[in-house]
């Protein structure tokens, strides 16, 4: 609790500030390494609670082929349904990036590519990909 409260303040975390911190970073990396694990071992029951969320979120969607013309898609989205999660799958020899955005409404998918100076462009290329919907 003492590094939670102090992390977000600039030099909280220094050694006159949290000494148990500070003198527990300097013990051996065989002991530190043992006190994460045992820590991490009690987020265990709700890190399997979330995987099974989630694989039965991903699997209650159907997979559809569908087509960025000009590295775009928008598609409406059925009325009187809610979707929790939008999958995609792109052929990663594409080498696109994809920005989503969306609502209750829609959902808008552009797709983006590295430019030789390492910023994103937008792609200006047709793709092809896999969209799944999730409730």
């Known amino acids: 609790m003492s590094i939670r409260s102090r992390v977000g303040i600039p030099g909280g975390t220094c050694e006159f500030d949290l000494p148990a911190y500070f003198a527990w970073q300097h013990h051996p990396d065989a002991a530190r390494q ?14 399997d609670s979330i995987h099974l ?34 999958r995609l799958s792109v052929d990663p020899g594409l080498k696109l990036i994809p920005e989503i ?18 910023r994103l462009q937008a792609s200006s290329d047709s793709a092809s990909f896999e969209l799944t919907l999730c409730s």
Not at 40 to 45: D, G, H, I, M, V
Not at 55 to 78: E, F, W, Y
Not at 101 to 118: A, C, P
């Open 34 to 47: 043992s006190d994460l694990r045992r820590w991490a071992q009690s987020l265990t029951p709700l890190a």
């Open 53 to 86: 969320l989630l694989r039965l979120i991903r699997d209650s969607g159907t997979p559809q082929k569908v087509m960025a013309n000009a590295g775009q898609l928008q598609q409406n989205l059925p009325q009187g349904r809610t979707f929790q999660l939008l």
């Open 101 to 118: 955005s969306g609502n209750r409404l829609m959902v808008s998918i552009r797709f983006m590519k590295h430019e030789g100076d390492g």
